[in-house]
């Protein structure tokens, strides 16, 4: 397969080697090789050995330079002057320190977190809980109203065929004082629908 369809099946294999020694005596402490022929041309993008050097002077132009110095830092002095706004730099320098605490203060870091952690883990179950209590309040809720229009419905009907308040709550057994609400909404708004007169019920 040759390097073009290489390059469109497989992606690039970077290999870092990082060296606490000069590898030779130039002031370039970042170099990347690849894979060239006898003649000088490349044979392909897909490998790249980058090679970094901590032991020489850093000019401060290179992305790498906060990496070389994260690992450099001998003193929390040395990580305090590490000004950079890469997440991964960032992350590992509060890693280090945390790490670097005396066991008394890393004892109470370690228990400050676990509060955070209890308290996130707490307001979860309440907010789930919470979530869970108003579907259920919701259905019942909605059973009711149902329940509600159904009634209205069948008053309604009885209505229809001239019964008076009484007889019908006594067919239906219901309370004599809401079919006599129910019936007085009916008359007053024939141009209401059951969930409406439900609504107001």
Known sequence: MNALLANTFFGKCINISILDFNLDEQPKYH????????????????LEIHIIELRKQLDGTRQVDNWIRLINAKTEEDLDMIHTENAGILEAIKEIKQMSLSKGLRALYEAHMKEIRDRNARDDYVRDEGIAIGENRGIILGQVQGEKQKLISLVRKKMSKNMPPEEIANILEEDLLLIQKICTMIKSHPEWNDEKICHFL
């Open 31 to 46: 170099h990347i090789y690849r894979l060239r022929d006898e003649d000088g041309q490349q044979f392909s993008d897909l």
